[in-house]
């Protein structure tokens, strides 16, 4: 059986993607370092007889054996401002070095390369909304800036073994998502307002509220990066995968108070430095090549994260 290498397998998308495919009955070989990632989601996967678990860090030298690698997803890096923030050059050295690593081994097994990029490649996006087309609005020297040229300089390194190796790539710009296996502290605004609504706590809104963010349910993005891993061996992407349903965070978090039926106050904090006023994707490109589609409404898809993060709380 072919087997799925899945980077990151700890952290939030990679759980959500390997549960997807070791329940359809694949094989998933996941990879994680638990930098951000959670312990707990790699023992839940373990419960899948399909799935092998490799604890390495990909910016470090590492050997995979295996020549049956068909898919690789690559998926590692810290992914919230509140991580890659603490630890920019690990997050520099993972999007670089680890994704130079991963392309060496598609290219030497000639698998498809799934590579996650993000929203973050468009910076504070003075185009809106945002198409693949658009280049960005990137500070270079900024707090952000550890993960947003991390994950360009990975774009770039995708590119050149696509355009030098015949790497057969597939890049996906991934805008803000959300669900279940979640980390409850790891500081984004859906958990935080959940976990803060649920236990009755002030909702930290930061500025005003009245910057917007595109909130996609997780099962809806997994469902798009495996289109994507589908697609003939000439799509290359760029392509963003996300929701265009665009919202003010401050109506985010009142939403959250009604599904949650919480007494929390909505409380004010500072708007951390280089925060994206808005961010909305064109979703043009990913609906028409991958046949993409959001079947889930973002009162549907947080109910469900609700759900999940009493149990976990
Ligand atoms: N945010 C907030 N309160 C929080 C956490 C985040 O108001 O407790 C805001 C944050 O300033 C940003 C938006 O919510 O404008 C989304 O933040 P997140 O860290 O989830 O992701 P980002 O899109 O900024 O990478």
Known sequence: MVINLITGCAGFIGTNLSLYLLRKGERVLGIDNFSSGLKKNVEMLKTYKNFEFKELDVSKKFV?????????????????????????????????????????????????????????????????????????????????????EGKRVAETLSFEYYRLHKVKIKVARIFNTFGEYMSKDDGRVVSNFIIQALKNDNITVYGDGSQTRSFCYVADLVDGILKLS??????????????????????????????????????????????????????????KVLNYKNSFSLEDGLSRTIDYFKGEI
Request: aromatic residues 10%.
């Open 64 to 148: 995979l054996n295996e020549r049956r690698i068909s898919k690789i997803f690559h998926l590692a890096s810290m992914a919230s401002p509140k991580y890659y923030q603490k630890f920019p050059l690990e997050t520099l050295k993972t999007n670089f070095i680890g994704t130079m690593n991963l392309l060496e081994i598609a290219k030497k097994t000639g698998s498809i390369f799934i590579f996650s990029s993000t929203s973050e490649i468009y910076g504070d996006p003075a185009v809106h909304p945002q198409k693949e087309t658009y280049w960005g609005n990137v500070n270079p020297i900024g707090l952000r800036a550890c993960y947003d």
């Open 230 to 287: 589908e697609t003939d061996d000439q799509f290359t992407g760029p392509v963003n995968l996300g929701s265009d349903t665009e919202l003010k965070i401050l109506d985010l978090a009142k939403i959250i108070l009604k599904l949650t039926g919480s007494k929390s106050k909505i409380i004010f904090k500072s708007l951390p430095f280089d925060d994206p006023v808005k961010r909305r994707p064109d979703l043009t490109l990913a609906r």
